[in-house]
Protein backbone atom coordinates (compact mmCIF):
# COMPACT_ATOMS: atom_id res chain seq x y z
CA UNK A 1 0.00 0.00 0.00
CA UNK A 2 1.62 3.25 -1.04
CA UNK A 3 0.30 6.47 1.07
CA UNK A 4 0.93 9.57 -0.88
CA UNK A 5 1.63 13.13 0.97
CA UNK A 6 0.45 16.03 -0.43
CA UNK A 7 2.74 19.13 0.21
CA UNK A 8 1.27 22.14 1.90
CA UNK A 9 2.15 25.38 2.34
CA UNK A 10 1.00 25.61 6.25
CA UNK A 11 2.33 23.58 8.83
CA UNK A 12 0.03 20.85 10.34
CA UNK A 13 -1.07 21.72 14.32
CA UNK A 14 -2.75 19.11 16.22
CA UNK A 15 -4.06 21.31 19.34
CA UNK A 16 -4.95 17.94 21.09
CA UNK A 17 -0.68 16.90 21.81
CA UNK A 18 1.94 17.93 22.72
CA UNK A 19 5.60 16.37 23.49
CA UNK A 20 8.90 17.73 24.40
CA UNK A 21 11.78 15.75 24.58
CA UNK A 22 15.37 15.38 26.21
CA UNK A 23 16.48 14.00 22.84
CA UNK A 24 16.97 15.46 19.25
CA UNK A 25 17.13 12.64 17.69
CA UNK A 26 13.30 11.46 16.86
CA UNK A 27 12.34 8.73 14.28
CA UNK A 28 8.99 9.71 14.17
CA UNK A 29 7.98 10.92 10.37
CA UNK A 30 7.97 14.18 8.78
CA UNK A 31 5.93 16.07 7.41
CA UNK A 32 8.37 17.18 4.35
CA UNK A 33 6.01 16.57 0.83
CA UNK A 34 7.62 13.35 -0.24
CA UNK A 35 6.15 10.27 -1.27
CA UNK A 36 6.23 7.70 1.18
CA UNK A 37 5.97 3.99 1.21
CA UNK A 38 4.32 2.49 4.07
CA UNK A 39 6.06 -0.25 5.99
CA UNK A 40 4.40 -2.29 8.18
CA UNK A 41 7.49 -3.61 9.85
CA UNK A 42 8.73 -0.33 11.20
CA UNK A 43 7.20 1.51 14.01
CA UNK A 44 8.46 4.24 12.78
CA UNK A 45 5.31 3.89 10.57
CA UNK A 46 6.60 5.57 7.44
CA UNK A 47 10.35 5.51 5.85
CA UNK A 48 10.69 8.18 2.95
CA UNK A 49 10.98 6.94 0.14
CA UNK A 50 13.49 9.55 -1.40
CA UNK A 51 13.60 7.73 -4.85
CA UNK A 52 10.38 8.83 -5.90
CA UNK A 53 9.27 12.53 -4.49
CA UNK A 54 6.18 13.85 -5.31
CA UNK A 55 7.23 16.99 -7.63
CA UNK A 56 4.12 18.04 -8.78
CA UNK A 57 0.85 16.94 -6.64
CA UNK A 58 -1.77 18.35 -9.02
CA UNK A 59 -4.69 18.07 -6.93
CA UNK A 60 -6.48 18.00 -10.23
CA UNK A 61 -5.40 14.75 -11.08
CA UNK A 62 -6.92 13.60 -7.86
CA UNK A 63 -9.50 10.91 -8.76
CA UNK A 64 -12.78 12.15 -7.90
CA UNK A 65 -13.81 9.18 -5.27
CA UNK A 66 -16.51 7.13 -4.07
CA UNK A 67 -16.35 8.10 -1.07
CA UNK A 68 -14.29 10.51 1.17
CA UNK A 69 -13.34 9.48 5.02
CA UNK A 70 -11.89 11.91 6.89
CA UNK A 71 -9.21 10.95 10.08
CA UNK A 72 -6.85 8.20 9.83
CA UNK A 73 -7.46 7.30 13.31
CA UNK A 74 -9.13 3.59 14.12
CA UNK A 75 -12.23 4.96 13.16
CA UNK A 76 -11.39 6.21 9.93
CA UNK A 77 -8.76 3.16 8.88
CA UNK A 78 -12.41 1.03 10.20
CA UNK A 79 -14.57 2.40 7.83
CA UNK A 80 -12.30 2.29 4.88
CA UNK A 81 -11.64 -1.47 5.54
CA UNK A 82 -15.46 -1.91 5.35
CA UNK A 83 -15.40 0.41 2.28
CA UNK A 84 -12.75 -1.77 0.49
CA UNK A 85 -14.34 -4.84 1.58
CA UNK A 86 -17.40 -3.78 -0.15
CA UNK A 87 -15.47 -2.42 -3.20
CA UNK A 88 -16.09 0.83 -3.10
CA UNK A 89 -13.48 3.04 -3.95
CA UNK A 90 -12.59 5.69 -1.29
CA UNK A 91 -9.95 8.49 -0.24
CA UNK A 92 -8.89 8.33 3.29
CA UNK A 93 -7.77 12.05 4.24
CA UNK A 94 -5.62 12.33 7.47
CA UNK A 95 -4.12 16.09 8.52
CA UNK A 96 -1.18 15.07 10.16
CA UNK A 97 2.08 13.40 9.02
CA UNK A 98 1.16 9.42 9.82
CA UNK A 99 -2.00 7.53 10.18
CA UNK A 100 -3.55 5.94 14.00
CA UNK A 101 -4.61 9.37 15.42
CA UNK A 102 -4.38 8.82 18.73
CA UNK A 103 -2.60 5.73 18.28
CA UNK A 104 0.86 6.13 17.25
CA UNK A 105 4.22 5.36 18.47
CA UNK A 106 7.40 7.36 17.95
CA UNK A 107 10.91 5.37 17.97
CA UNK A 108 13.65 7.64 19.94
CA UNK A 109 16.93 6.98 20.12
CA UNK A 110 15.40 2.94 19.63
CA UNK A 111 13.00 3.34 22.51
CA UNK A 112 9.42 2.62 21.34
CA UNK A 113 7.16 5.80 23.05
CA UNK A 114 3.21 4.85 22.41
CA UNK A 115 1.81 8.40 22.68
CA UNK A 116 0.58 7.67 25.85
CA UNK A 117 -0.01 4.68 27.81
CA UNK A 118 -2.20 2.31 26.14
CA UNK A 119 -3.03 -1.55 26.20
CA UNK A 120 -5.02 -3.76 23.83
CA UNK A 121 -7.17 -5.62 25.63
CA UNK A 122 -7.46 -8.82 23.28
CA UNK A 123 -11.29 -9.83 24.26
CA UNK A 124 -12.30 -6.53 22.33
CA UNK A 125 -14.68 -8.03 20.31
CA UNK A 126 -14.60 -6.05 16.85
CA UNK A 127 -11.33 -6.13 17.15
CA UNK A 128 -10.98 -9.09 16.75
CA UNK A 129 -12.98 -9.47 13.73
CA UNK A 130 -10.23 -6.51 12.12
CA UNK A 131 -6.80 -7.68 13.67
CA UNK A 132 -4.43 -10.65 13.04
CA UNK A 133 -3.33 -11.08 16.20
CA UNK A 134 -0.36 -13.03 15.50
CA UNK A 135 1.34 -10.65 13.16
CA UNK A 136 0.95 -7.93 16.00
CA UNK A 137 2.84 -10.15 18.09
CA UNK A 138 0.54 -9.50 21.11
CA UNK A 139 3.18 -9.04 24.46
CA UNK A 140 1.17 -9.96 27.63
CA UNK A 141 0.90 -8.32 31.08
CA UNK A 142 0.30 -9.64 34.13
CA UNK A 143 -3.10 -10.36 34.60
CA UNK A 144 -3.65 -8.30 37.71
CA UNK A 145 -1.59 -5.25 39.13
CA UNK A 146 0.77 -4.01 41.93
CA UNK A 147 -0.54 -1.57 44.01
CA UNK A 148 1.62 0.73 46.35
CA UNK A 149 -0.31 1.96 49.27
CA UNK A 150 1.30 2.48 52.80
CA UNK A 151 4.33 2.29 51.89
CA UNK A 152 4.44 -1.26 50.38
CA UNK A 153 3.42 -3.02 47.13
CA UNK A 154 0.64 -5.47 47.49
CA UNK A 155 -0.33 -7.63 44.38
CA UNK A 156 -4.11 -7.97 42.94
CA UNK A 157 -4.32 -11.02 40.69
CA UNK A 158 -6.95 -12.77 38.51
CA UNK A 159 -7.75 -15.91 40.83
CA UNK A 160 -8.38 -18.06 37.10
CA UNK A 161 -4.89 -16.84 36.02
CA UNK A 162 -2.69 -16.51 39.25
CA UNK A 163 -4.13 -18.53 41.73
CA UNK A 164 -1.73 -18.42 44.09
CA UNK A 165 -1.16 -15.04 43.95
CA UNK A 166 -4.92 -14.09 44.34
CA UNK A 167 -5.09 -16.36 47.57
CA UNK A 168 -2.30 -14.70 49.08
CA UNK A 169 -3.48 -11.39 48.12
CA UNK A 170 -7.36 -12.19 50.30
CA UNK A 171 -5.71 -10.58 53.34
CA UNK A 172 -3.80 -7.28 51.95
CA UNK A 173 -5.30 -3.92 53.18
CA UNK A 174 -6.06 -3.15 49.39
CA UNK A 175 -10.10 -4.45 50.14
CA UNK A 176 -11.65 -6.58 52.42
CA UNK A 177 -12.46 -10.80 51.88
CA UNK A 178 -15.68 -9.39 50.58
CA UNK A 179 -14.22 -6.75 48.11
CA UNK A 180 -12.40 -9.69 46.99
CA UNK A 181 -15.25 -11.93 46.56
CA UNK A 182 -17.29 -8.99 45.25
CA UNK A 183 -15.10 -8.82 42.13
CA UNK A 184 -15.94 -12.85 40.93
CA UNK A 185 -19.67 -12.15 41.64
CA UNK A 186 -18.75 -8.86 39.05
CA UNK A 187 -17.23 -10.58 36.80
CA UNK A 188 -20.17 -13.37 36.42
CA UNK A 189 -22.35 -10.62 36.38
CA UNK A 190 -20.99 -9.15 33.49
CA UNK A 191 -20.04 -12.15 31.62
CA UNK A 192 -23.76 -13.81 31.78
CA UNK A 193 -24.94 -10.28 29.61
CA UNK A 194 -24.29 -9.72 25.96
CA UNK A 195 -22.46 -6.86 25.14
CA UNK A 196 -25.55 -5.16 23.67
CA UNK A 197 -27.00 -5.35 26.74
CA UNK A 198 -23.87 -3.60 28.75
CA UNK A 199 -23.98 -0.86 26.26
CA UNK A 200 -27.55 -0.17 26.61
CA UNK A 201 -28.06 -0.74 29.91
CA UNK A 202 -29.52 1.40 32.97
CA UNK A 203 -26.69 3.69 34.07
CA UNK A 204 -25.42 5.52 36.83
CA UNK A 205 -21.33 6.52 37.33
CA UNK A 206 -19.13 4.04 38.20
CA UNK A 207 -18.63 5.12 41.63
CA UNK A 208 -21.67 4.80 41.88
CA UNK A 209 -22.43 1.48 40.47
CA UNK A 210 -18.88 0.44 42.52
CA UNK A 211 -21.05 1.76 45.93
CA UNK A 212 -24.09 0.24 44.87
CA UNK A 213 -22.70 -3.45 44.72
CA UNK A 214 -21.08 -3.08 48.15
CA UNK A 215 -17.30 -2.45 47.48
CA UNK A 216 -16.01 -0.87 50.15
CA UNK A 217 -14.01 2.54 50.21
CA UNK A 218 -10.88 1.05 50.45
CA UNK A 219 -11.09 -0.89 47.25
CA UNK A 220 -12.42 2.00 45.47
CA UNK A 221 -9.80 4.51 46.39
CA UNK A 222 -6.67 1.76 46.44
CA UNK A 223 -8.03 -0.44 43.36
CA UNK A 224 -10.80 1.12 41.46
CA UNK A 225 -9.68 4.87 41.67
CA UNK A 226 -6.37 4.61 40.16
CA UNK A 227 -7.05 1.44 37.53
CA UNK A 228 -10.06 2.50 35.92
CA UNK A 229 -9.50 5.97 36.17
CA UNK A 230 -6.85 5.01 34.55
CA UNK A 231 -8.48 3.61 31.98
CA UNK A 232 -10.88 6.34 31.56
CA UNK A 233 -8.84 8.86 32.45
CA UNK A 234 -11.13 10.06 35.19
CA UNK A 235 -10.51 9.59 39.03
CA UNK A 236 -13.70 10.50 40.02
CA UNK A 237 -15.36 7.50 38.50
CA UNK A 238 -17.75 9.45 36.79
CA UNK A 239 -17.90 7.90 33.47
CA UNK A 240 -20.55 5.51 32.54
CA UNK A 241 -21.23 1.97 34.40
CA UNK A 242 -21.98 0.61 30.51
CA UNK A 243 -18.32 1.20 29.58
CA UNK A 244 -17.41 -0.04 32.94
CA UNK A 245 -19.01 -3.16 32.53
CA UNK A 246 -18.06 -3.65 29.21
CA UNK A 247 -14.05 -3.29 29.96
CA UNK A 248 -14.53 -5.19 32.95
CA UNK A 249 -15.75 -8.10 30.91
CA UNK A 250 -13.23 -7.64 28.21
CA UNK A 251 -10.87 -8.04 30.61
CA UNK A 252 -12.05 -10.79 31.98
CA UNK A 253 -12.07 -12.22 28.68
CA UNK A 254 -9.29 -11.52 27.72
CA UNK A 255 -5.47 -10.05 27.84
CA UNK A 256 -3.66 -6.84 28.26
CA UNK A 257 -1.65 -6.80 25.79
CA UNK A 258 1.10 -4.02 24.03
CA UNK A 259 2.30 -5.06 20.17
CA UNK A 260 5.88 -5.74 20.01
CA UNK A 261 6.31 -2.88 17.43
CA UNK A 262 4.47 -0.50 19.54
CA UNK A 263 0.63 0.30 20.02
CA UNK A 264 1.24 1.91 16.71
CA UNK A 265 1.36 -1.30 14.90
CA UNK A 266 -2.59 -2.03 15.44
CA UNK A 267 -4.25 1.10 12.71
CA UNK A 268 -0.49 -0.17 10.60
CA UNK A 269 -2.03 -3.40 10.22
CA UNK A 270 -5.75 -2.08 9.32
CA UNK A 271 -3.82 0.95 6.56
CA UNK A 272 -1.69 -1.95 5.07
CA UNK A 273 -4.29 -3.93 4.11
CA UNK A 274 -5.96 -0.76 1.81
CA UNK A 275 -5.11 -0.11 -1.61
CA UNK A 276 -2.31 1.94 -3.10
CA UNK A 277 -2.85 5.96 -2.89
CA UNK A 278 -5.79 5.40 -1.00
CA UNK A 279 -4.21 7.94 1.97
CA UNK A 280 -3.83 10.86 1.78
CA UNK A 281 -1.22 12.54 4.63
CA UNK A 282 -0.93 16.07 5.33
CA UNK A 283 -4.79 16.68 3.99
CA UNK A 284 -6.73 18.76 6.32
CA UNK A 285 -10.14 19.41 5.44
CA UNK A 286 -11.66 22.65 6.76
CA UNK A 287 -15.17 22.29 5.57
CA UNK A 288 -17.45 19.47 4.17
CA UNK A 289 -20.41 20.99 1.48
CA UNK A 290 -23.69 19.23 0.75
CA UNK A 291 -26.25 21.72 -0.10
CA UNK A 292 -27.05 22.28 -3.30
CA UNK A 293 -24.77 20.33 -4.74
CA UNK A 294 -25.12 16.88 -6.23
CA UNK A 295 -21.80 15.11 -4.84
CA UNK A 296 -20.38 16.30 -1.40
CA UNK A 297 -17.17 18.52 -1.40
CA UNK A 298 -14.53 18.33 0.98
CA UNK A 299 -12.16 21.76 0.93
CA UNK A 300 -8.86 20.87 2.26
CA UNK A 301 -6.52 23.70 4.27
CA UNK A 302 -4.43 23.97 1.20
CA UNK A 303 -7.17 25.16 -1.18
CA UNK A 304 -7.68 21.75 -2.78
CA UNK A 305 -11.36 20.93 -3.62
CA UNK A 306 -12.34 17.04 -3.68
CA UNK A 307 -15.77 15.52 -4.41
CA UNK A 308 -17.00 12.29 -3.70
CA UNK A 309 -19.74 10.55 -5.48
CA UNK A 310 -21.32 8.47 -2.75
CA UNK A 311 -20.73 10.64 0.71
CA UNK A 312 -18.74 11.70 3.02
CA UNK A 313 -17.52 9.92 6.42
CA UNK A 314 -16.39 12.57 9.12
CA UNK A 315 -14.67 10.23 11.43
CA UNK A 316 -12.25 12.88 13.57
CA UNK A 317 -12.52 14.10 17.42
CA UNK A 318 -15.39 15.46 18.57
CA UNK A 319 -14.24 19.24 18.64
CA UNK A 320 -12.78 18.91 15.14
CA UNK A 321 -16.24 17.17 13.85
CA UNK A 322 -18.19 20.04 15.86
CA UNK A 323 -16.46 22.78 14.32
CA UNK A 324 -16.24 20.73 10.55
CA UNK A 325 -20.12 20.08 10.44
CA UNK A 326 -21.40 23.48 12.45
CA UNK A 327 -24.45 24.31 11.60
CA UNK A 328 -25.49 20.87 10.86
CA UNK A 329 -27.20 18.52 13.63
CA UNK A 330 -24.22 17.21 14.56
CA UNK A 331 -22.12 16.17 17.75
CA UNK A 332 -22.85 18.16 21.04
CA UNK A 333 -19.27 18.12 23.13
CA UNK A 334 -19.77 17.56 26.60
CA UNK A 335 -17.10 19.22 29.17
CA UNK A 336 -14.63 18.12 30.33
CA UNK A 337 -12.65 15.87 28.16
CA UNK A 338 -10.27 13.46 29.49
CA UNK A 339 -6.62 14.11 29.45
CA UNK A 340 -3.64 12.72 30.58
CA UNK A 341 0.15 12.94 30.74
CA UNK A 342 2.59 10.29 29.84
CA UNK A 343 6.28 10.77 31.06
CA UNK A 344 9.34 8.46 29.71
CA UNK A 345 12.53 7.37 31.53
CA UNK A 346 14.87 4.83 30.48
CA UNK A 347 17.45 2.92 32.74
CA UNK A 348 20.10 0.54 32.42
CA UNK A 349 18.00 -3.37 31.90
CA UNK A 350 20.17 -4.84 34.83
CA UNK A 351 19.22 -2.02 37.23
CA UNK A 352 15.66 -1.72 37.53
CA UNK A 353 14.05 -3.46 40.54
CA UNK A 354 11.36 -5.62 39.18
CA UNK A 355 11.09 -7.88 35.83
CA UNK A 356 7.69 -8.65 35.79
CA UNK A 357 5.25 -7.57 33.13
CA UNK A 358 3.16 -5.99 36.05
CA UNK A 359 1.30 -2.74 36.04
CA UNK A 360 1.60 -0.65 39.06
CA UNK A 361 -0.77 1.55 40.89
CA UNK A 362 -0.86 4.59 42.98
CA UNK A 363 -3.89 3.43 45.44
CA UNK A 364 -1.92 5.85 48.32
CA UNK A 365 -3.79 8.59 47.63
CA UNK A 366 -1.45 10.77 47.41
CA UNK A 367 0.92 12.41 44.71
CA UNK A 368 0.59 12.81 40.99
CA UNK A 369 1.73 9.65 39.65
CA UNK A 370 -1.45 7.81 38.53
CA UNK A 371 0.08 4.20 37.10
CA UNK A 372 3.81 3.28 35.81
CA UNK A 373 5.21 0.47 34.07
CA UNK A 374 8.84 -0.89 33.11
CA UNK A 375 7.15 -1.23 29.60
CA UNK A 376 10.36 -3.28 28.55
CA UNK A 377 9.53 -6.11 31.24
CA UNK A 378 6.07 -6.16 28.59
CA UNK A 379 7.97 -5.68 25.56
CA UNK A 380 11.15 -6.20 25.24
CA UNK A 381 11.20 -4.57 21.92
CA UNK A 382 10.52 -1.50 23.24
CA UNK A 383 13.93 -0.66 24.37
CA UNK A 384 17.86 -1.04 23.02
CA UNK A 385 18.39 -4.70 23.76
CA UNK A 386 20.49 -3.53 27.67
CA UNK A 387 18.01 -0.77 28.60
CA UNK A 388 14.42 -0.59 30.12
CA UNK A 389 11.82 1.90 29.16
CA UNK A 390 10.15 3.36 31.91
CA UNK A 391 6.57 4.40 31.81
CA UNK A 392 4.21 6.59 33.91
CA UNK A 393 0.94 8.40 33.82
CA UNK A 394 -0.68 11.00 35.60
CA UNK A 395 -4.25 12.21 34.98
CA UNK A 396 -5.63 15.47 33.71
CA UNK A 397 -3.19 18.05 31.84
CA UNK A 398 -0.97 19.44 34.77
CA UNK A 399 -0.90 22.90 32.30
CA UNK A 400 0.80 24.82 35.17
CA UNK A 401 3.70 22.93 35.77
CA UNK A 402 6.79 22.59 33.49
CA UNK A 403 7.68 18.88 32.00
CA UNK A 404 10.91 19.76 34.08
CA UNK A 405 8.39 20.07 37.11
CA UNK A 406 6.64 17.07 36.43
CA UNK A 407 9.53 14.97 35.95
CA UNK A 408 11.38 16.17 39.01
CA UNK A 409 8.21 15.18 40.99
CA UNK A 410 7.60 12.04 39.62
CA UNK A 411 11.28 11.09 40.25
CA UNK A 412 10.90 12.33 43.56
CA UNK A 413 7.85 10.34 44.47
CA UNK A 414 9.14 6.94 42.49
CA UNK A 415 11.56 7.21 44.60
CA UNK A 416 9.74 6.33 47.11
CA UNK A 417 8.29 3.73 45.65
CA UNK A 418 11.29 1.78 44.35
CA UNK A 419 14.45 3.66 46.73
CA UNK A 420 16.05 6.90 45.50
CA UNK A 421 19.56 5.15 44.79
CA UNK A 422 17.36 3.15 41.99
CA UNK A 423 15.00 5.99 40.84
CA UNK A 424 17.75 8.50 40.59
CA UNK A 425 19.89 6.50 37.78
CA UNK A 426 16.68 6.79 35.68
CA UNK A 427 17.09 8.93 32.63
CA UNK A 428 14.27 10.96 31.11
CA UNK A 429 13.32 10.87 27.65
CA UNK A 430 10.18 12.55 27.00
CA UNK A 431 6.67 13.83 27.80
CA UNK A 432 3.44 13.68 25.88
CA UNK A 433 0.74 16.06 27.69
CA UNK A 434 -2.82 14.56 25.70
CA UNK A 435 -5.21 17.18 25.80
CA UNK A 436 -7.70 15.74 24.16
CA UNK A 437 -7.17 11.40 25.40
CA UNK A 438 -10.80 10.86 25.38
CA UNK A 439 -14.40 12.24 25.29
CA UNK A 440 -15.98 12.47 28.50
CA UNK A 441 -18.60 9.58 28.81
CA UNK A 442 -20.20 10.57 31.98
CA UNK A 443 -24.32 9.42 32.21
CA UNK A 444 -26.53 10.00 29.93
CA UNK A 445 -24.60 8.08 27.03
CA UNK A 446 -25.66 6.60 24.14
CA UNK A 447 -23.23 3.99 22.70
CA UNK A 448 -25.08 3.14 19.91
CA UNK A 449 -25.22 6.87 18.02
CA UNK A 450 -27.11 7.32 14.30
CA UNK A 451 -23.64 7.90 12.22
CA UNK A 452 -26.20 9.28 9.25
CA UNK A 453 -25.96 13.37 9.94
CA UNK A 454 -28.25 13.78 6.26
CA UNK A 455 -28.03 11.47 3.28
CA UNK A 456 -24.12 11.45 1.82
CA UNK A 457 -23.08 12.75 5.00
CA UNK A 458 -22.00 10.17 8.16
CA UNK A 459 -19.75 10.56 11.39
CA UNK A 460 -17.68 7.98 13.22
CA UNK A 461 -15.24 8.16 16.23
CA UNK A 462 -14.99 6.95 19.48
CA UNK A 463 -17.60 9.29 20.78
CA UNK A 464 -19.98 7.65 19.17
CA UNK A 465 -19.54 4.44 21.02
CA UNK A 466 -17.19 3.62 23.27
CA UNK A 467 -13.87 5.50 23.96
CA UNK A 468 -11.88 2.63 23.33
CA UNK A 469 -10.07 0.63 20.28
CA UNK A 470 -13.00 -1.22 19.97
CA UNK A 471 -15.32 1.31 20.14
CA UNK A 472 -13.27 3.46 17.57
CA UNK A 473 -13.54 0.11 14.91
CA UNK A 474 -17.57 -0.34 16.07
CA UNK A 475 -17.78 3.24 14.71
CA UNK A 476 -16.33 3.29 11.59
CA UNK A 477 -17.75 0.08 10.64
CA UNK A 478 -20.91 1.14 11.13
CA UNK A 479 -20.92 5.08 9.12
CA UNK A 480 -20.03 2.60 6.48
CA UNK A 481 -22.62 0.54 6.45
CA UNK A 482 -24.87 3.49 6.89
CA UNK A 483 -23.25 4.78 3.61
CA UNK A 484 -24.19 1.79 1.73
CA UNK A 485 -27.44 1.32 2.86
CA UNK A 486 -28.51 4.71 1.87
CA UNK A 487 -26.76 4.13 -1.36
CA UNK A 488 -27.99 0.79 -1.95
CA UNK A 489 -25.10 -1.06 -2.41
CA UNK A 490 -25.10 -3.01 0.64
CA UNK A 491 -24.09 -6.65 -0.58
CA UNK A 492 -27.17 -9.11 -0.38
C1 LIG B 1 -3.16 8.30 25.88
C2 LIG B 1 -4.32 7.46 25.45
C3 LIG B 1 -4.48 6.22 26.01
C4 LIG B 1 -5.54 5.41 25.60
N1 LIG B 1 -5.62 4.15 26.10
C5 LIG B 1 -6.51 3.31 25.58
C6 LIG B 1 -6.48 1.95 25.95
O1 LIG B 1 -5.62 1.51 26.73
N2 LIG B 1 -7.43 1.10 25.43
C7 LIG B 1 -8.38 1.57 24.56
O2 LIG B 1 -9.20 0.77 24.10
N3 LIG B 1 -8.43 2.86 24.19
C8 LIG B 1 -7.52 3.74 24.67
N4 LIG B 1 -7.53 5.05 24.29
C9 LIG B 1 -8.64 5.54 23.46
C10 LIG B 1 -8.44 5.22 21.98
O3 LIG B 1 -7.11 5.49 21.60
C11 LIG B 1 -9.40 6.09 21.18
O4 LIG B 1 -10.70 5.87 21.64
C12 LIG B 1 -9.36 5.79 19.68
O5 LIG B 1 -8.05 5.65 19.21
C13 LIG B 1 -10.08 6.90 18.94
O6 LIG B 1 -10.00 6.68 17.55
P1 LIG B 1 -10.76 7.66 16.55
O7 LIG B 1 -10.46 7.18 15.20
O8 LIG B 1 -12.16 7.82 16.99
O9 LIG B 1 -10.09 9.11 16.78
P2 LIG B 1 -8.61 9.60 16.51
O10 LIG B 1 -7.63 8.54 16.81
O11 LIG B 1 -8.47 10.87 17.27
O12 LIG B 1 -8.55 9.89 14.96
C14 LIG B 1 -8.99 11.08 14.36
C15 LIG B 1 -8.08 11.38 13.19
O13 LIG B 1 -8.60 12.47 12.46
C16 LIG B 1 -7.52 13.30 12.07
N5 LIG B 1 -8.06 14.64 11.80
C17 LIG B 1 -8.49 15.54 12.70
N6 LIG B 1 -8.95 16.62 12.08
C18 LIG B 1 -8.81 16.40 10.75
C19 LIG B 1 -9.12 17.17 9.59
N7 LIG B 1 -9.69 18.37 9.68
N8 LIG B 1 -8.84 16.64 8.38
C20 LIG B 1 -8.27 15.41 8.27
N9 LIG B 1 -7.97 14.65 9.35
C21 LIG B 1 -8.24 15.13 10.57
C22 LIG B 1 -6.60 13.25 13.25
O14 LIG B 1 -5.29 13.69 12.92
C23 LIG B 1 -6.67 11.77 13.62
O15 LIG B 1 -5.73 11.02 12.90
C24 LIG B 1 -6.49 5.89 24.67
C25 LIG B 1 -6.34 7.17 24.14
C26 LIG B 1 -5.26 7.94 24.51
C27 LIG B 1 -5.07 9.28 23.87
Redesign the pocket.
Given at each position: MTIITLPLSLPCY?PFISLSSSSSSSSSSSSSPKRIRFNPQSSSQLSPNTSSPIQTPSPPSLPKTGVIV???????LAAATHLNSNDIPFLL????DAI????RTDIVDGFRLD?????FITAYPEAQKLLDYQSLNLQKFYSGARIFYDGQFHTVADPLRHFLDSAKSLANPIGSVVDKLLIGSTRIRVLTRSDEDILSAEEVPTFELLNKLGFSDSIIGRFFRPFFGG?FFDRELQTTSRLFDFIFKCLALGDNTLPANGISAIPEQLAARLPSGSILLN???VSVDLDGVVSPIVRLQSGEVLTSELGVIV???EP?AAQ?LAGRKGPVQKKPVRS?V?IYFSANRDEIPVNDPVLFLNGSGKGIVNNMFFATNVAPSYAPPDKALISVSLIGLFEGESDDELANKVVQELSGWFGEKVVGKWKYLRTYR?GY??PNQCPPTDINKNPRIESGLYVC??YLTS??????LVSGRRAAECLLKDRALTPP
Open positions: SIGAGLAGLEASGGRVRGFQIISRAAVEVLTCVAQGDATFDGA
